[in-house]
Structure formats: structure tokens, C-alpha cells
């Protein structure tokens, strides 16, 4: 049974213990799993995997594709209102719960979010900043790439995720034979000099309410993120700036829901890389170093209650555990690593995902160091990282 919820000038609020539900299983959906139940709420999982992290913890898991329409009417019956762990849901599902129960990130931003053409031509619109880029949907279109626009990176317009889909062109040539392996819409991105990478995390409820975590500076290892900062090592006018670009960002989008914006400091100027409809991998230091994390801003978002103070009361650095770290030494047979290399260091926080199986590059876990300093917190952080066994 759905609980009542409260009407009148304001929008609604889904008050517990309402069940939610959420189309992803992964780790983003399992600390949301934990968020809802903190705050009373129950969650039902939809994810085609038996052994999907969120689906463990879940008051439910069902076991289907996110299209499934005899999963997608069960949502809709059961749940009072619904939300998503990654942007590669189809929209049409989304779309299709969107007319029974609230949906947030609704469908429409979504689809930007989930498409690099439309990302861009959505950012370009309404006047962000962007590297400069072309929209390359056939092969002969490359053709209007002058030198200038190398070297580039050539990036699949859908379905590419910690540098999946992405490749490195020194020219023409090399960006054509690129764009007929990925055989699908691309955007050529050219490449810039960047002075750092960083990202905004923010919530916004159905009433305008919006809630920006600090700027984060993010280092990438192989496309996949290794070490997010917060505060980045910037600029308070670059901070409070890049803050204020996420917020134009979500509301242009009319976004609900929590969203990350990932940003290339270029010169001292901030130009848009990209936007993640969802909580995000740089945003895990909120667990620890925060007032309210990201997740529990998601289930505010979503129930439209008033959101969380988003202070950052540590400094906080992050570090993802890939599943590398279980294959250590060439050994074939993966092997869980010594945690107490990690354990041992008291203002350490270690986050597991509970994933079945390691695989190479995939994210099995985090740990955050927590400090009064900036510094001392990425020194220590460097050395934990290195003594669990991460390679350069």
C-alpha cells in the first residue's frame, strides 16, 4: 500500500514508508538502497542481474530487463515514485512509469544526458562553453575536420562510460578508421590542455531547491577514475563559479534528481565536458566528508522533501579500488586483497560493493581519507593506495 501523500501549493511529498524504486543495480543504486532505508523508506530493484549489488539489500529485486513491461507495470503499481542509478535506461521506460508514478530524472533529460550529440547541441543551445567539437554521423562528414581540430578524441555518441567508446586520433585518417570500428554516430572532440578536470554534484527537488557539493578535482587512470579531491586545489572563484554553471546546467534541463557536471579548467576558464543524470563515481567522498551524502540527497530529490545541507566538514580524498587489485602478481586466480593494509589507517573509510566476481577495471569498492587539510589528506590517501597494491 502507498502512503498518502501530503498536496496543497507545494508539490507533493512521498512520505515513508512509501516504496521506491530504482532501475539500476549496481553500487550507485546500493548506497541509495541504504539511503532510502535510513530515512524509512523501502526500495524495490529492477536489474537483469541475479547478483546485481542493490538487489542483495533491496526489500525486492526484480530479476528482468528495464523494459520488461510485466516489471515496468509492477514498478508502477508498487511504488510510489521512481528513479535510475545510470543514464543508459531507455527512455521509454522511463516514459512509460512517468504515467502512473512521479520519475526522476524524468525521461527527456535523460535522453540528453544518454546521447553525446544531444548532451553537446543541448549545452551549445543555452550557451555553455564546450571544447570545440563536431557532430560526425557519417564517414564522409570527417572530411570537414580541418587540422585545427587535432589531435581529437573520437567518442561513440552512446553507451561509452570510463573511456569505453573513446579513441585518440592524430588525424583524419586515423579518426576514420576509428569511426568504422565504432560504426555508430560519434562526436570528434578536440583535444585541449587541461590545468585540471574537475565536477559539481548537486540535488534539486521539484520546488527549485538546489544543493551544490564543493568543486572535486578528479585524476583519471586508462579513462577510469582513480582520485577525486575535495575541495579541488583551485581557485575560490573558479569554485564558486564552476557551482554556479551546474546550477544553470539543471535548471536548463529542468533536471530533478541529483547530477554531476564534469568540467575541463582550460586557461583558468571552465568549459563543459560532460552531465551524468545520476549520483556519481566522484561524488563517494560525500559518504564521509559531508553533512548530507549525495545518495541520501537522491532520496530527498526524488520524495521531494527539502534537501540536505551539502556542507563538506573534512577534507576528503577518494580513491577507487578496481578489481585489478585482485590480480595481482599476474596470478590468474583472483584473490581478495589485504584490507587491513587500509583498515589500519584510523581517519580511512572503506566502501566494498559486494560485487560477485573481480574483473580488471571494474570498480569493486572506494576508500576515503579524511583530514582538517587538504594536503595531509591526498598524502595519506597516496600512500594507503599505494601500500593496497595500485599501480601507476
Known amino acids: 500500500m502507498i502512503p498518502k501523500v501530503i498536496t496543497g501549493m507545494i508539490p507533493e511529498i512521498i512520505k515513508a514508508p512509501a516504496t521506491l524504486a530504482m532501475l539500476g543495480g549496481g553500487q550507485l543504486g546500493r548506497f541509495f538502497v541504504t539511503a532510502a532505508h535510513e530515512l524509512g523508506y523501502k526500495v524495490i530493484v529492477l536489474d537483469p542481474d541475479p547478483d546485481a549489488p542493490a538487489g542483495l539489500i533491496a526489500d525486492e529485486h526484480i530479476v528482468a530487463a528495464y523494459d520488461d513491461p510485466a516489471a515496468l507495470e509492477q514498478l508502477a503499481n508498487r511504488c510510489a515514485a521512481a528513479t535510475t542509478e545510470f543514464e543508459n535506461v531507455p527512455a521509454a521506460a522511463l516514459q512509460k512509469l512517468a504515467k502512473k508514478i512521479p520519475v526522476h530524472p524524468s525521461a527527456e533529460a535523460v535522453a540528453i544526458a544518454q546521447n553525446r550529440i544531444a548532451e553537446k547541441r543541448f549545452l551549445g543551445n543555452n550557451g555553455f562553453a564546450t571544447a570545440p567539437f563536431l557532430v560526425i554521423e557519417k564517414a564522409n562528414e570527417l572530411t570537414s575536420a580541418g587540422d585545427d581540430m587535432f589531435p ?11 573511456g569505453k567508446g573513446q579513441a585518440r586520433v592524430k588525424n583524419i585518417s586515423e579518426a576514420q578508421q576509428a569511426f568504422a570500428e565504432f560504426n555508430a554516430p560519434c562526436v570528434l572532440e578536440k583535444m585541449v590542455k587541461l590545468d585540471l578536470e574537475v565536477s559539481v554534484v548537486l540535488a534539486r527537488n521539484s520546488r527549485g531547491e538546489c544543493q551544490s557539493f564543493t568543486l572535486t578535482e578528479n585524476i583519471h587512470h586508462h579513462g577510469i577514475l582513480d582520485i577525486s579531491i575535495a575541495p579541488a586545489r583551485t581557485s575560490t572563484t573558479l569554485l564558486a563559479k564552476a557551482e554556479e554553471m551546474a546550477k544553470q546546467v539543471a535548471q536548463a534541463l529542468h533536471y530533478v534528481g541529483v547530477m554531476a557536471v564534469e568540467f575541463f579548467i582550460v586557461n583558468g576558464e571552465l568549459l563543459i ?9 566522484s561524488g563517494h567522498y560525500t559518504l564521509d566528508g559531508c553533512i548530507t551524502h549525495q545518495f541520501e540527497q537522491q532520496v530527498r530529490a526524488l520524495c521531494n522533501l527539502p534537501l540536505g545541507a551539502p556542507r563538506l566538514h573534512s577534507a576528503s580524498v577518494m580513491v577507487n579500488l578496481l578489481g585489478d587489485l585482485w590480480f595481482q602478481e599476474n596470478s590468474d586466480e583472483g584473490r581478495e586483497p589485504d584490507w587491513a593494509k587500509l583498515n589500519n589507517i584510523p581517519n580511512l573509510k572503506l566502501h566494498l560493493y559486494g560485487k560477485e566476481s573481480a574483473r580488471p577495471g571494474r570498480k569493486m569498492g572506494h576508500f576515503t581519507v579524511i583530514d582538517s587539510d587538504v594536503a595531509e589528506a591526498v598524502t595519506t590517501a597516496l600512500a594507503a593506495r599505494k601500500a593496497i597494491g595500485i599501480k601507476d
Do not use: C, Q, S, T
Open 273 to 281: 565536458n560532460e552531465i551524468a543524470p545520476r549520483p556519481h563515481n
Open 152 to 162: 581529437a578524441i573520437l567518442k561513440i555518441a552512446r553507451f561509452g562510460y570510463d
